[in-house]
């Protein structure tokens, strides 16, 4: 591998794709060395499939395993966060279309404290997991189309770009195929993610809104979706995500400042040495920057996702008369609701996701005998 194509692997970048936080760390193998972990050789061997994996799908492999066990890690935080998303629709829904619930027993969650102690009360330590099926099931196919799609156009682009733009930057031909295979992943795993937030906002109190539907398991809730609402209501909440790619605009350029500014990579050794801790401290800032900014479209689709294609309960509105209808009755504040638990979902996110990332990818490379 030549210099300059080490360079361009380097300053590919992580995406954040339909709001589920994939760290796409396999650029990052060129500065981080594979961990010296002990492993019997001689008693451990991979399996057929497994060894014939080129390099590079050993390590997508890799980023999937550390994207499944952050996701387990942080779905607590996941839930509480859809929880303050989502609690101004009901209010909303009673004020504007007069739809049947039971305000009562209409749960309000003013901050953080409040809704784990919800939660907690009236659900359980279950509660905390809700959606992690959908979760967990989405996290492969968003890996797989993102890597292809990604792969693909990272070829595609430097000759478009040239051709057409005069644009020869390799960062920005990686922007622009980062954006490409987030769309591609958006659109086809969309399905999932409005399941699972469907399943994260739903509580055990059935009397809080009597007419809506509740859903016992995930594929209980495809089958009642379909039936109730039809194909449609699978890509709700498809635009604002779309719309939330324009984070990895603000991401991207961001985070590269900040590994240059923490001097990440430590060059005057012979070899490249990472400091791992100053790298967690440049992703979550940047991410923090670039979540600050773009976090309404979070707001948006998850308002969308839980609208209902059935008047009585919470009915079904089109984007901009979502942003119209949170500004009235919410003002600003309301596209930021669950801002503070998603900003505290970055740390231990990231911090689970690069470790495990760099585990996963020891372990598979060194009894594959590629290291």
Same mark, same amino acid.
């Given at each position: 591998?030549?210099?300059?194509?080490?360079?361009?692997?380097?300053?590919?970048?992580?995406?954040?794709?339909?709001?589920?936080?994939?760290?796409?760390?396999?650029?990052?193998?060129?500065?981080?060395?594979?961990?010296?972990?002990?492993?019997?050789?001689?008693?451990?061997?991979?399996?057929?499939?497994?060894?014939?994996?080129?390099?590079?799908?050993?390590?997508?492999?890799?980023?999937?395993?550390?994207?499944?066990?952050?996701?387990?890690?942080?779905?607590?935080?996941?839930?509480?966060?859809?929880?303050?998303?989502?609690?101004?629709?009901?209010?909303?829904?009673?004020?504007?279309?007069?739809?049947?619930?039971?305000?009562?027993?209409?749960?309000?969650?003013? +901050?953080?404290?409040?809704?784990?102690?919800?939660?907690?009360?009236? @659900? !359980? *330590?279950?509660? #905390? /997991?809700? $959606? %992690? =099926? &959908?979760?967990?099931?989405?996290?492969?196919?968003?890996?797989?189309?993102?890597?292809?799609?990604?792969?693909?156009?990272?070829?595609?682009?430097?000759?478009?770009?040239?051709?057409?733009?005069?644009?020869?930057?390799?960062?920005?031909?990686?922007?622009?195929?980062?954006?490409?295979?987030?769309?591609?992943?958006?659109?086809?795993?969309?399905?999932?993610?409005?399941?699972?937030?469907?399943?994260?906002?739903?509580?055990?109190?059935?009397?809080?809104?009597?007419?809506?539907?509740?859903?016992? +398991?995930?594929?209980?809730?495809?089958?009642?979706?379909?039936?109730? @609402? !039809? *194909?449609?209501? #699978? /890509?709700? $909440? %498809? =635009? &604002?995500?779309?719309?939330?790619?324009?984070?990895?605009?603000?991401?991207?350029?961001?985070?590269?400042?900040?590994?240059?500014?923490?001097?990440?990579?430590?060059?005057?050794?012979?070899?490249?040495?990472?400091?791992?801790?100053?790298?967690?401290?440049?992703?979550?800032?940047?991410?923090?920057?670039?979540?600050?900014?773009?976090?309404?479209?979070?707001?948006?689709?998850?308002?969308?996702?839980?609208?209902?294609?059935?008047?009585?309960?919470?009915?079904?509105?089109?984007?901009?008369?979502?942003?119209?209808?949170?500004?009235?009755?919410?003002?600003?504040?309301?596209?930021?609701?669950?801002?503070?638990?998603?900003?505290?979902?970055?740390?231990?996110?990231?911090?689970?996701?690069?470790?495990?990332?760099?585990?996963?990818?020891?372990?598979?490379?060194?009894?594959?005998?590629?290291?």
């Amino acid at each position: 591998m030549t210099a300059s194509e080490k360079n361009s692997d380097v300053s590919d970048f992580q995406d954040i794709v339909h709001g589920e936080d994939l760290q796409f760390l396999h650029p990052i193998q060129h500065e981080i060395h594979p961990l010296p972990i002990n492993l019997p050789k001689k008693t451990i061997s991979p399996s057929i499939w497994l060894s014939k994996l080129s390099t590079s799908q050993l390590i997508t492999i890799s980023g999937a395993a550390s994207g499944f066990l952050a996701g387990i890690v942080v779905c607590p935080l996941d839930v509480i966060k859809t929880r303050l998303q989502a609690q101004g629709a009901a209010r909303i829904a009673v004020q504007e279309i007069g739809a049947k619930v039971n305000t009562k027993s209409l749960v309000e969650f003013p +901050g953080f404290k409040s809704t784990v102690a919800s939660i907690f009360k009236n @659900e !359980g *330590i279950k509660g #905390f /997991y809700r $959606g %992690l =099926v &959908p979760t967990m099931i989405g996290y492969l196919p968003t890996w797989t189309i993102y890597f292809t799609v990604y792969e693909k156009t990272k070829q595609i682009y430097p000759k478009l770009n040239e051709e057409y733009l005069n644009v020869k930057y390799e960062s920005f031909n990686h922007f622009c195929s980062a954006l490409t295979a987030g769309l591609a992943s958006s659109i086809a795993v969309n399905p999932v993610w409005v399941v699972k937030t469907r399943l994260m906002i739903q509580t055990n109190d059935r009397q809080q809104f009597p007419d809506r539907t509740y859903y016992n +398991g995930t594929m209980d809730a495809f089958r009642k979706m379909y039936r109730e @609402e !039809g *194909i449609r209501v #699978f /890509y709700s $909440g %498809l =635009v &604002p995500s779309v719309f939330g790619l324009i984070h990895v605009g603000i991401h991207f350029p961001v985070y590269e400042k900040l590994k240059k500014v923490l001097h990440v990579t430590n060059h005057k050794s012979h070899e490249k040495e990472l400091s791992l801790g100053r790298l967690i401290l440049a992703l979550a800032a940047s991410k923090m920057i670039a979540s600050t900014i773009t976090y309404p479209h979070e707001i948006l689709r998850t308002r969308m996702q839980i609208q209902s294609s059935n008047k009585r309960c919470l009915t079904h509105m089109g984007f901009v008369d979502t942003v119209k209808l949170i500004f009235k009755r919410e003002g600003i504040k309301g596209f930021y609701a669950g801002y503070l638990v998603n900003l505290s979902r970055t740390v231990p996110a990231s911090a689970v996701t690069l470790v495990s990332f760099e585990y996963f990818k020891s372990y598979l490379l060194t009894i594959c005998g590629r290291v």
